[in-house]
Structure formats: C-alpha cells, structure tokens
Nanobody, 121 residues
Framework: QVQLTESGGGLVQSGESLTLSCGIS????????AGWYRQPPGKQRELVAT???????NYLDSVEGRFFISRDNTKDTVYLQMNSLKPEDTAVYYC???????????????WGDGTQVTVSS
C-alpha cells in the first residue's frame, strides 16, 4: 500500500517561499508519476502540479512560473518549490502518486493528511 508523508507547510508572508516535500513509499516510484493538489478554504481540491517519470512537468495556470515540482528518485521523494507566494495560495496541500493516461493525470493513492500553507498579506 502506498504511503505518503507530506511536510514543509507553514505560515509565511506574501512574496516569501516554501518548499514542500512528500515521501512516497511502497511504490514503484521511478516508473510512475506524482502530483500535488491543494484545497483552499471553502473550495474544491485542485491539481497544482504534476511530474511524469521522465521529469516532464505541468502546472496550474495560476502558479506557472512561481511553483516548481521536482523528484529525487534516490529518495522516493517529490518536492514542490513555491516562490512569490500569494494569499490566494493559502490551502492544504496534498501529494499523490499517480499515472498519466494521455494528457490527463489520475491519482491512484489514498489522500494523506496534507500540509497547511498559509500566506498572509
């Protein structure tokens, strides 16, 4: 069973940076994709960034150029570097293991507890 451990959230001011980490165990990490979702207060969960096994990345339009997803296959870990944070980035962030079918990303792991990111103005 895939186990996800997210960390790195916190309270920051607008314009600051944070890096989230996600350890994905019991999973053929190098052969599969991963992604980060977020759920802002009172809103639905949305896909923020994905990375395929070859390292190709995709981003939500609103974070393009500010957020960067990466993976370390030696540590079975996925990262989300978040720069120039804005109050609207405030959310609980979740990582997932998943697969691509065509251009679409499908998570195939259970949701973890997530990590809270709060950006003050």
């Amino acid at each position: 069973q895939v186990q996800l451990t997210e960390s790195g959230g916190g309270l920051v001011q607008s314009g600051e940076s944070l890096t989230l980490s996600c350890g994905i165990s019991a999973y053929k990490f190098t052969a599969n994709a991963a992604g980060w979702y977020r759920q802002p207060p009172g809103k639905q969960r949305e896909l923020v960034a994905t990375i395929n096994p070859g390292g190709r990345t995709n981003y939500l339009d609103s974070v393009e150029g500010r957020f960067f997803i990466s993976r370390d296959n030696t540590k079975d870990t996925v990262y989300l570097q978040m720069n120039s944070l804005k109050p609207e980035d405030t959310a609980v962030y979740y990582c997932t293991a998943g697969t691509f079918m065509g251009a679409h990303y499908y998570p195939n792991s259970k949701w973890g507890d997530g990590t809270q990111v709060t950006v003050s103005s």
